[in-house]
C-alpha cells in the first residue's frame, strides 16, 4: 500500500502564490510519475503537471509558465510551486503517484484563488 499526503493549500488572492507538497509513503520502491490533477466543482479531474523519473515533466497549458513541479526521490516527495494564481485556478489538487503501474491518490487539498 501507498499513502500519499498533501499540504500546502489554502486561499490566496489573484496574482499570489502557493506552494504544494505530497510525501508519498508505504511500501515503495520506485516511483515512475509523480504528479497533480486538479478538480473544480462541477469540472472533471485534470491533469496539471507531471514529473516522470528521467526526468523529464509535462504541464497542462492553462498552467505552463505559471508552474514547476519538482520531486526529492530520495523524500518520496513532490511539490508543485504555483505563481502567478488566478481565480480559474481554484480547485481541490490532488497528488497521484504511478508506482508500477498503479495509481495512488492523495485526499486532496483545496487551492482558492479571490479576485
Known amino acids: 500500500q501507498v499513502q500519499l499526503v498533501e499540504s500546502g493549500g489554502g486561499l490566496v488572492q489573484a496574482g499570489g502564490s502557493l506552494r504544494l507538497s505530497c510525501v508519498a509513503s508505504?511500501?515503495?520502491?520506485?516511483?515512475?510519475?509523480m504528479g497533480w490533477y486538479r478538480q473544480a466543482p462541477g469540472k472533471q479531474r485534470e491533469l496539471v503537471a507531471r514529473s516522470f523519473s528521467a526526468g523529464f515533466t509535462n504541464y497542462a497549458d492553462s498552467v505552463k509558465g505559471r508552474f514547476t513541479i519538482s520531486r526529492d526521490n530520495a523524500k518520496k516527495t513532490v511539490y508543485l510551486q504555483m505563481n502567478s494564481l488566478k481565480p480559474e485556478d481554484t480547485a481541490v489538487y490532488y497528488c497521484?503517484?504511478?508506482?508500477?503501474?498503479?495509481?495512488?491518490w492523495g485526499q486532496g487539498t483545496q487551492v482558492t484563488v479571490s479576485s
Open positions: 497521484n503517484a504511478d508506482v508500477f503501474g498503479v495509481d495512488y
Open positions: 508505504g511500501s515503495i520502491f520506485s516511483i515512475n510519475v
